[in-house]
């Protein structure tokens, strides 16, 4: 038997229409905030995601699908969303006219080669949105209130947004020589990944999971003393903007978030104080460091997964069934054309109609009725038809009435 790949999973049935519901909540949302859909490809040249965004980031390093195609190219598999719309962005000049942003949203597959674990998966889904050609805190506290409206609309109300600034590139450098000196005498005593990230990228020692306890950390000097006029005003703006706006936040000096092309403000919404479900930031550089003009941009992605565990485990309740409106049963094979045809019609007309595709018994057609759930159904026979009528049945009711052929969508329209 061929199975699944580790790290990935089937998704059916109900499992299917629930997502369909929430995508229709978030497409809705995001049509709210004048966002447009984007879909990129799956793959895209590995230096996309190799060169641009920097090598010394976690995910680069261990957690992209790379291969070479059968043409020799080298090939990743989209890790994230941000850079390929960035691609699209600079690609297609989306630049020519920045006196509005460009908004876009994405509701895509990503792939990375993790460890598979609860909540951890190698095919998983991001949703997500960009917003370039702003560099304006409005933008920021725009991203993040949709961000942040997203999970409250889906019914998870206790939702926090991390905040934390990593200033402009002069706050940012300055801040990291400071840290530097702090860390170098006691480097030693923190974890084999930080004393590598100490060269690579010494922000990322800050949200070590794993030295998170650990008093040397603990007493890291602050971003805040660091930033320069102009990065602490855009900073209090922002935070401004979000208490008029009613959103729940905390600054939270030690997040810098794992990519390293953030810039400015980085976020992250947490479930309960504890569970991250999706981050975001500023990125200024990254459209020029891709090949681009020099645009600023923001953006945010959901866990969408993890989303979807966390309304199943809150018992958040999605209106999702999988029952049928009509069933069509047929008492012999001279009422199967009716069937036919009469279903597309029903469906056409905008109801969920079944009919026996297995030539059964009108027994086992009266089961597949149950099965479905069907709330109404319909014994075709040749007497009824004769008359160009049908009886249609309440299966719950059990009450039935003689209905026009002619009329079968009215009567349908008005009981349903
Ligand atoms: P990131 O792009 O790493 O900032 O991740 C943004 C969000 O995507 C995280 O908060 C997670 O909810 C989700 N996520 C990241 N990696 C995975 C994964 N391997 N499987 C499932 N969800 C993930």
């Known amino acids: 038997m061929i199975t699944k790949q580790k790290g990935t999973y089937d998704i059916y049935g109900l499992e299917a229409k629930k997502r369909m519901y929430v995508n229709d909540i978030l497409d809705a949302l995001c049509q709210k905030y004048n966002y447009s859909n984007i879909i990129t490809p799956v793959f895209e040249a590995s230096e ?223 479930l309960d104080d504890s569970y991250a479900l999706g981050g975001g930031g500023r990125y200024n550089n990254l459209v020029e460091t891709l090949g681009g003009p020099s645009i600023p941009a923001v953006g945010f992605a959901m866990g969408y997964d993890r989303t979807m565990q966390m309304l199943d485990e809150k018992g958040i309740e999605i209106p999702v069934n999988d029952d049928v409106d009509v069933y069509l049963l047929y008492v012999s094979e001279d009422e199967k054309e009716t069937a036919a045809y009469l279903a597309q019609d029903l469906r056409l007309n905008g109801f969920i109609c079944e009919t026996d595709l297995m030539s059964k018994s009108l027994k086992a057609q009266f089961k597949s009725v149950d099965r479905y759930n069907s709330k109404y159904l319909i014994v075709l026979n040749d007497k009824d038809l004769a008359n160009d009528e049908v009886v249609i049945k309440d299966n719950k009711t059990k009450e039935e009435e003689h209905v026009k052929l002619n009329d079968l969508v009215d009567y349908l329209d008005m009981h349903m």
Not at 58 to 76: A, H, L, N, P, S
Not at 223 to 238: G, V
């Open 48 to 270: 996309l995601f190799h060169r641009g965004v920097g090598e010394s980031t976690d995910m680069v390093q261990k957690e992209t699908y790379d291969f070479k195609d059968r043409g020799d190219r080298d090939i990743t598999l989209r890790p994230e969303g941000t850079a390929g719309v960035v691609r699209w962005f600079i690609e297609n000049k989306m630049y020519g006219n920045m006196s509005d942003p460009v908004k876009v949203y994405y509701n895509m597959k990503m792939y990375r080669y993790e460890r598979p674990q609860s909540g951890r998966q190698r095919e998983f889904t991001q949703w997500g949105f960009e917003c370039f050609g702003s560099d304006d805190a409005l933008a920021d506290a725009e991203v993040i209130s949709l961000a942040y409206n997203a999970y409250r609309l889906l019914g998870l109300d206790n939702i926090t947004i991390k905040l934390n600034t990593l200033g402009d590139a002069e706050s940012r450098e300055n801040y990291k020589v400071a840290l530097k000196k702090y860390l170098e005498p006691n480097i030693k005593d923190l974890c084999p990944d930080c004393q590598e990230r100490f060269n690579k990228n010494v922000l990322r020692i800050l949200d070590c999971k794993f030295d998170a306890e650990n008093e040397i950390l603990k007493n890291v000097p602050k971003i805040n003393d660091y930033l320069n006029e102009e990065s602490l005003n855009r900073f209090n703006k922002l935070t401004e903007l979000l208490d008029l706006m009613d959103i729940n936040y905390v600054v939270d000096d030690k997040l810098v978030r794992g990519l390293d092309y953030y810039t400015h403000m980085v976020f992250e919404v947490v």
